[in-house]
């Protein structure tokens, strides 16, 4: 990530231990920036209220994971158009591409799968989204603009 | 943050009425509340999610979990859900086929019964 990525706008960044219990803050900030500097509608600020939750959950689970005590950090730009949120971790990095898919919901075998279910739900959820190797862990870039309609899948 | 987790009994079903967020933090006690109850041997469960603000994969989780363990005694976890914003999150992951979802407890007990879904 590069500071020309949040040129203009404001920004808000923080850095929550990597603990389950401050999901819930940075799902409130980046809320709270997105209501009140973007023209997002509610619907879609919920929308990236859930995917922010799912990154950062999976950010903590990188985290314990990899056994750092490191926080995770979560920057979020609101511009009038564009919302966009970076999730950094330092746990030991993924391949999206190497998820397994479920099987259709028809199979019993589909209840198998509690877990896995997050970043299929970011993918829907965001207008962008980007899974970045970083020299520490992962980033993740989620993309919300105003004047799409929401949910693409 | 509070989650709110009430049982009260309803024609042979429990009813769990979940209140609040329920995301990594408060999913563990749902999880426990869930597998408390079928230790009790309650294999009919209904879960009303009216009171939810706020679901995320790891609710959705224990959901799937709650239902594979009350499937494998030969009973059922119902849903009840109105909410939009909740019910787009079992859409997009195609979990509305495999939860039975009533628009209310009511609707849940008679259809429950009757082995049928308004879903």
């Known amino acids: 990530m590069n500071d020309n990525d949040l040129a203009g706008g404001e920004v808000i960044e923080l850095e929550i231990p990597a603990r389950a219990e401050f999901v ?91 877990r896995g279910l997050g970043i299929p739900l970011i993918r829907a959820l965001v207008d962008e989204v980007e899974f970045s190797p970083t020299d520490k862990g992962t980033s993740v870039r989620l993309v919300m603009r105003h004047g799409t309609n929401g949910t693409h899948s | 943050m509070d989650l709110g987790l009430d049982v ?41 999610l009216e009171g939810v603000d706020f679901l995320d994969s790891t609710g959705l989780g224990v959901l799937v979990g709650g239902l594979k363990r009350l499937r494998s005694h030969d009973g059922d976890l119902l849903l009840v859900c109105t909410q939009s914003r909740i019910l787009k999150v079992f859409e997009i992951t195609g979990l509305t086929k495999v939860f039975s979802i009533f628009d209310s407890v009511d609707a849940a007990v008679s259809g429950g019964a009757d082995g049928g879904a308004a879903t």
């Open chain 1, 24 to 114: 819930a803050l940075a799902r409130l900030v980046v809320s709270a920036l997105a209501a009140s500097d973007s023209s997002l509608a509610d619907e879609r600020i919920d929308d990236l209220k859930l995917a922010v939750s799912e990154a950062c959950t999976n950010a903590i689970e990188a985290h314990s994971a990899a056994g750092t005590s490191e926080g995770v950090l979560v920057r979020c730009k609101a511009g009038v158009d564009t919302v966009e949120v970076y999730v950094e971790d330092r746990g030991h990095g993924f391949d999206p591409a190497q998820l397994p898919d479920h099987p259709p919901v028809t199979d019993p075998d589909r209840l198998k799968f509690e």
């Open chain 2, 8 to 48: 009260e009994e309803r024609d042979g079903f429990a009813v769990l009425s979940v209140r609040g967020e329920v995301d990594v933090y408060t999913a563990p006690r749902f999880r426990e509340r869930l597998i408390e109850l079928v230790s009790e041997g309650k294999h009919k469960i209904i879960v009303d």
